[in-house]
């Protein structure tokens, strides 16, 4: 996380208006048509308020009266993740754990200058809180959901959205429902090197607030040196609080990255599905549902084989709290070797449109697993995939593609293909399947 301030770019920012327009990158968002919307705010020169400008984008299932919760999906620190949030909203694994508990799905995109003190949004007592709420609001005017303002988060974030996310946690506990933290968490003590950088306190409302930590072996786990060295002390440091004041909380350590995402969204999707479960009301309005605790799993740090609560012999307030076995056993396979496996097809492709020799389609992502790539059969034989090669730098290939924050890569993939070999004159009959990341097909 670079937290460096450099007083300069930030008065020339602060002062000049022109500045406060978007600029590229942050000028190049996917359109927001509905069912997607969006505001943006100018940055603030007021004592307190959001220093930088922001933009939150959010997609509402179409299946929905009124919305039960928003999932938020918040990126890190520095001009290419900002950038990467614009299309978080987009993202059609994370809409598909979204549609399954009528929640809508909301990402920010500060527009944060690179070099600039990322606390002064990811910290939410410096402004993004206020702003975060204000774009609830009028996002839910907007849609037509005005619930949006009032109904529980879910919140992931990714490093200093971890830190956003967290602290977001602990300001407004009755308000969430679960919070997973990637690669960043809030500070809990007082840094003398970093005195801008407040701690927290930790109210007793948060203690049921189930959490799960989440970050890669070599931000300091096996790699004690590097950027991101500091990632599991600080990890450690939290879960040490909050697990001794009796917190749900965990951590789950990929095997294999650094900072980058890479698997964690198997696991991530899987946990607040389970959690959102368990703890969205039925009726909009009422209270969050207290976590279950009675099926919890403990396992000790740096392990890899949970038991069941009644059976661990360790100190428990010093243990990763699971809260089920399936979930137990998902959280076991992600710290072996984050292959989460998935024995269920990928919903099946709708409204296939054929004009000419243009086909389109619509299809969910596997909840389970996502999107890999669609098969095109033309008379019941295979002439393509969409797209040819999926492609992922940082974990299983995905139909639309992986940027660094957990997100999707622009342009936005489309489901969209030409038949360049179909035979003039001739009537041809098309299927559309779609294929999960583990290889499963759809009907």
């Not at 703890?279 to 396992?299: F, H, N, Q, V, Y």
């Not at 243990?319 to 089920?324: F, G, K, N, Q, R």
Request: overall charge negative.
């Amino acid at each position: 996380m670079n937290t460096r301030l450099f007083p300069t770019i930030l008065a020339i920012f602060l002062l000049t208006p022109a500045l406060r327009a978007q600029q590229p990158p942050y000028d190049q968002a996917p359109a927001a048509e509905p069912p997607y919307y969006r505001v943006r705010y100018d940055a603030s020169t007021k004592p307190g308020e959001l220093i930088y400008p922001v933009q939150y984008t959010v997609w509402i299932p179409s299946n929905v009266d009124t919305l039960r919760g928003v999932i938020v999906h918040q990126h890190g620190c520095g001009e290419g993740s900002c950038k990467s949030g614009q299309t978080g909203a987009f993202d059609l694994h994370w809409q598909a754990l979204a549609k399954k508990h009528g929640c809508a799905l909301l990402s920010p995109s500060y527009e944060q200058p690179q070099e600039a003190d990322c606390q002064m949004w990811c910290d939410p007592r410096n402004g993004s809180d206020a702003a975060f709420q204000r774009a609830l609001a009028e996002l839910g005017t907007q849609c037509g959901h005005p619930e949006l303002a009032t109904v529980p988060w879910a919140l992931w974030g990714h490093s200093g959205g971890g830190h956003w996310c967290g602290g977001m946690t602990l300001l407004h506990p009755d308000r969430v429902a679960a919070t997973l933290l990637r690669s960043g968490v809030p500070l809990m003590t007082a840094n003398p090197d970093r005195p801008t950088i407040k701690p927290y306190s930790v109210p007793d409302a948060a203690i049921s607030v189930p959490i799960m930590c989440n970050l890669g072996t070599k931000e300091g786990v096996t790699v004690k040196e590097g950027r991101f060295a500091g990632a599991w002390p600080a990890n450690e440091a939290f879960f040490t609080v909050m697990r001794g004041k009796g917190a749900l909380i965990g951590i789950a350590v990929d095997p294999f990255t650094a900072h980058e995402c890479g698997n964690q969204r198997y696991f991530s999707i899987a946990w607040l599905d389970h959690c959102l479960g368990a703890r969205l009301p039925e009726k909009a309005g009422d209270p969050l549902k207290p976590m279950p605790t009675d099926g919890a799993w403990l396992a000790a740090l740096l392990t890899t084989e949970p038991k069941p609560a009644a059976q661990f012999d360790g100190d428990p307030k010093k243990a990763i709290w699971l809260p089920s076995e399936a979930i137990a056993k998902q959280w076991s396979q992600y710290v072996t070797d984050t292959a989460i496996g998935d024995t269920t097809p990928p919903p099946a492709p709708v409204n296939l449109q054929v004009k000419g020799n243009e086909l389109t389609w619509e299809a969910d992502a596997d909840l389970e697993s996502g999107l890999a790539q669609f098969i095109i059969e033309r008379d019941g034989k295979a002439i393509a995939s969409v797209p040819e090669e999926p492609k992922n730098p940082f974990g299983r290939p995905l139909f639309q593609g992986l940027q660094y924050s957990d997100t999707p890569v622009v342009p936005l993939a489309t489901m969209h293909y030409t038949d360049t070999t179909a035979e003039a004159g001739k009537t041809h009959q098309y299927r559309v399947i779609a294929v999960n990341t583990v290889g499963l097909k759809s009907e």
